[in-house]
């Protein structure tokens, strides 16, 4: 009989949608935007390199970043030979680089991409995706355009592509396509909104204090898409593998920030193990933290209306109750799968808001409530109207299913509720909890 995985301890070799390798977290320049903050020296060493690529099963898309990558040619170097002798299953890789590495070490890094694509090219892609003329060569090595940058983009693009093969194209950051309008309509090229920092600057390294920058966080779940056609979970969210080891769902933060909070360090356990873990502390699915962080940023605004500074705290405090309860949940029920967990204390939750809303919100009706929560919640689930006493069947047939071990306390759910009654932003409570949605 095939052993029972046991996912805290075994490793499971993942496909990986989008796997970022922080190449080296030097750099030559100090840009003013910078939120990675103080450079390091620290090139990622051959181990962690090995280790990394001993348990990926396939990679769509593999991103370098920094630091500088084209500091740390000897990295790059080896990261190709790796992928290669290991005959990794790798779709495309692209980089983003600074534009002023235009020396031996820059040439060491486009050879070793040449590599890198050639073999994309011959061993990975099929045959149709070659017939493609849509699709890009395999490789790309993109050259940051920004006023932030000391750099000269045009000389570093020309200096590149003098030693680019067909396999690696070059291009300017700045031509990137965003997605973004103009008031008038027109497309919005990534140079165009690299101006005042305003859609794109983030709170971490030398950013922190631009008046600008947003709140950002990289404090939510792991998510897996399920391949139905060759029964596989590849994993959704991106990751990152920093220099140094630690790994953290894939955001623009400060070296700062990742070292502190972080899923582990792949020379002490498996990646999937860590991701097994997280998943369970970090319960919430990357949406709703943006959504949070957001807010966050709306409430600090001293003119914001009464009324909309009201129901951004609530939905705040509801996403912090949110988390708390299913971490909290999870250590005093540990035996309770995530979906069922996941069903008490959505439905806990409801009934307490339920509660706390009759008293603060007497227009607003239980079945009002119910429904807006569970919609949010369960989304296409659940299409019958649901009354509260449907909801307390929820939580009482799962404590019944587990009726032997079922508990001795209220634990989670009468703190919760104590939390939900205080429906603000209690800052000593939270750190009394250690549990927080921004920390
Ligand atoms: S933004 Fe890039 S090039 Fe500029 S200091 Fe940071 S890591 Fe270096």
């Given at each position: ?86 005959n990794i299953y790798l779709w495309r890789c692209t980089t983003v680089e600074n534009g002023t590495i235009l020396d031996n070490r820059g040439i060491r890094c486009i050879n070793a991409l ?5 073999y994309i090219y011959n061993s990975v892609w099929n045959e149709k995706t070659k017939k493609n003329l849509d699709e890009k060569p395999p490789v790309t090595v993109s050259v940051s355009n ?171 405090s509801y996403i912090d109750s949110k988390k708390t309860l299913l971490v909290a949940g999870h250590k005093d029920y540990p035996y309770l799968s995530r979906n069922d967990l996941y069903t ?96």
């Open positions: 009989m095939a052993k029972q995985l046991d996912f805290e301890k075994d490793m499971v070799k993942l496909p990986y949608a989008n796997l970022m390798l922080e190449i080296t977290r030097k750099c030559n320049l100090e840009c003013a935007h910078c939120m990675r903050g103080e450079a390091q020296n620290i090139d990622m060493p051959d181990k962690i390199l090995e280790t990394v690529f001993n348990q990926v099963e396939q990679i769509y898309h593999l991103s370098l970043t920094g630091g500088e990558p084209f500091l740390a040619p000897q990295t790059i170097e080896k990261m190709v030979d790796t992928i290669i002798e290991n040449n590599r890198l694509g050639e920004s006023k932030y940058h000391n750099n000269n983009t045009r000389k570093a693009l020309s200096f590149y592509k003098l030693y680019a093969n067909q396999y690696l194209a070059i291009d300017d950051q700045g031509e990137w396509e965003t997605g973004l309008k103009d008031k008038q309509g027109n497309p919005l090229k990534n140079k165009d909104i690299k101006g005042n920092g305003k859609i794109w600057l983030k709170k971490q390294g030398r950013a922190e204090n631009f008046l600008n920058a947003k709140y950002t966080s990289h404090l939510y779940r792991v998510d897996f898409w399920l391949n139905k056609d060759e029964n596989k979970a590849c994993v959704n969210t991106s990751v990152e593998i920093c220099s140094n080891g630690n790994v953290i769902p894939a955001e623009p933060l400060s070296f700062k920030t990742m070292d502190s909070k972080n899923m582990g360090n792949v020379l002490n356990e498996p990646i999937s193990c860590m991701i097994y873990r997280w998943n369970w502390n970090q319960p919430l699915d990357k949406t709703e933290v943006m959504q949070y962080c957001n807010n966050m940023e709306l409430l600090e605004n001293p003119k914001l209306p009464d009324k909309k500074r009201g129901e951004l705290t609530l939905l705040n008490a204390a959505i439905a806990t939750l409801i009934l307490m808001w339920c509660k706390m809303l009759k008293n603060t919100e007497p227009d607003i009706t239980e079945e009002d409530i119910i429904e807006l929560l569970i919609t949010r919640e369960f989304t296409g689930n659940y299409t019958k109207k649901f009354t509260i006493q449907d909801l307390k069947k929820i939580v009482d047939n799962i404590v019944a299913k587990h009726n032997r071990l079922v508990i001795k306390n209220q634990g989670v759910f009468e703190y919760l509720k104590y939390r939900i009654e205080l429906s603000t932003h209690d800052v000593k409570y939270y750190n009394n909890l250690k549990i927080s949605t921004y920390d």
